[in-house]
């Protein structure tokens, strides 16, 4: 056996293979082993490439320097993982603590041309010359065994490259058809042949199951039903947080079996797919092959509507206590309301004041009676029933609103296609993707305008007064009532003004 001591003192640096696979225990070898993906969690493809790099080193009698394995992680240059345990052999090999790196496939290590050649050049600075790839031993510093290395790198990335392109192109083609695709959408299940394992279809989930509530109650549920649940509460004007809250409390898991957040809920009940819609992209593309979810596209038009709106931005709703906070505005300098707890003069209770200047006041209660009893007036007024009325004709309006913008985003998808395969250029095609963009947004608009507000209906005509009362102390959706349908402004009552509160205090103007 020929060896020599590296220049650095950390490595035993063998001037030939036969040297290398006659060095015995004085090899030491470093391990790779990963696999892109792992569905059913169980390691498999690594743990094998383990057993098949540890028999290499074992036959060859050479020291285990370190195993390092990154599952379900992809080597490419799409890759949208890090690859933790990578990292780390590229520092034990920077650090010089290896004579030999042992993987089973050049894909296994690396499908990125660029990274392959990066980590063969420094391999070779530090004196790491043997690669071990499938039993095969290569040196860095032969250029035949540098060929045949590169080569199998190009194949690497060009079959990672086919890989994509198929998944794209089937992708695509599931899209196309209205095929779902990608994780099971909480609250629907899918059924595939037993035998072939194609999928059948895809139908709600109404399977019962039970939870254990805080108190220790014992429920029982379906994920179709909360589905549904979640999306009448929202358009009834419920707030985010109180639903979490009620799902938490109630021990019914989120869809990824841990506790409810707003996030979850606000993405469910805006996923176009509980409509049966097929997503392609981020935009709606057609029908899907799958029923909807819900009795109807109203429910789910109400939800979207109510949370694009911009002006939710501005309140907190969903912890709001007191009723006319950042709602009402002042009449001077249009700044917002704030609710303030004051004891002065021997009196002691909550006010709303202007939050910017100070520049009016006046007791809560005095401005929350007249504000709601105003509104629960004309609520019940028998013209407001008309009109508002009216408006609900426009759900059928709003409906071909919405279908002519899903067919328009349908064609810009068509002319996407045809930019890709070349069949337009790109001036036709940036020509057609503005008009078309354009037009969507027409429509979009026109449907969100026509139609009742979602958290009026069923709360108009001769039963306001009762419905008003049923919300009891439901304080946001009285105050996403009070928002959707009136713009208050509060008066300074001037100075020795001892004239009762009443509507000469207030600018207000309603929004219908």
């Not at 296994?108 to 391999?123: F, H």
Request: charged share 30%; hydrophobic share 40%.
């Amino acid at each position: 056996m020929v060896r020599r001591v590296a220049r650095s003192g950390n490595r035993v640096r063998f001037d030939s293979k036969d040297a290398l696979l006659a060095g015995g225990v004085d090899v030491r070898a470093l391990r790779y082993q990963r696999a892109s993906q792992d569905r059913k969690e169980q390691g498999k493809s690594v743990g094998d490439q383990g057993k098949l790099n540890l028999a290499e080193v074992t036959k060859r009698s050479w020291s285990d320097a370190g195993s390092f394995t990154d599952n379900d992680r992809s080597a490419s240059r799409h890759a949208k993982k890090d690859r933790p345990e990578f990292e780390l052999l590229i520092e034990r090999i920077e650090a010089g603590r290896g004579d030999v790196l042992v993987i089973w496939e050049m894909s296994r290590r690396e499908r990125d041309l660029a990274v392959y050649v990066k980590i063969r050049d420094m391999c070779t600075k530090v004196g790491l010359y043997f690669w071990l790839v499938g039993g095969v031993l290569y040196d860095l510093r032969d250029k035949n065994d540098r060929m045949m290395l590169g080569f199998q790198a190009v194949q690497a990335e060009w079959m990672a490259d086919s890989i994509r392109d198929n998944v794209l192109r089937g992708v695509a083609m599931a899209a196309e058809a209205g095929r779902p695709h990608g994780k099971v959408t909480y609250g629907y299940r899918r059924i595939y042949d037993q035998r072939t394992r194609a999928l059948l279809r895809q139908e709600p989930d109404t399977e019962l199951r039970t939870a254990t509530a805080v108190d220790g109650t014992v429920i029982e549920y379906s994920h179709a039903g909360v589905v549904r649940d979640n999306f009448k509460r929202v358009a009834a004007g419920v707030p985010l947080i109180t639903i979490e809250r009620d799902l938490n409390a109630r021990g019914i898991p989120s869809p990824e079996g841990k506790t409810w957040r707003r996030g979850i809920i606000r993405k469910q009940v805006m996923n176009p797919a509980y409509i049966g819609k097929r997503v392609f992209r981020g935009e709606v593309i057609g029908d899907g092959a799958w029923p909807a979810l819900l009795d109807g596209e109203g429910v789910y038009w109400a939800c979207v509507q109510l949370l694009s709106d911009p002006s939710r931005t501005t309140t907190r709703a969903g912890r709001a206590v007191h009723l006319l906070s950042y709602i009402a505005a002042c009449g001077v300098c249009g700044g917002p309301l704030s609710s303030n707890h004051v004891n002065r003069h021997g009196w002691e209770g909550q006010v709303y004041s202007c939050l910017k200047r100070r520049c009016a006041a006046v007791k809560a209660e005095f401005l929350d009676e007249y504000v709601q009893r105003t509104v629960v007036a004309w609520l019940s007024l028998p013209e407001t029933s008309e009109m508002l009325s009216a408006l609900s004709g426009g759900d059928e309006q709003a409906a071909q609103a919405r279908a002519e913008a899903v067919r328009l985003r349908v064609e810009l998808e068509e002319w996407r296609k045809l930019g890709e395969q070349g069949e337009v250029s790109a001036v036709a095609y940036a020509r057609a993707e503005k008009g078309l963009t354009a037009q969507i947004a027409e429509h979009e608009q026109r449907a969100q305008q026509a139609g009742m507000p979602p958290v009026l209906r069923g709360r108009i005509g001769e039963h306001a007064a009762q419905k008003w009362a049923d919300l009891g102390d439901q304080v946001a959706v009285k105050r996403e009532i009070i928002r959707t349908v009136a713009d208050i402004n509060l008066l300074p009552a001037g100075k020795g003004n001892r004239r009762p509160f009443g509507g000469h205090r207030l600018r207000w103007s309603w929004r219908f």
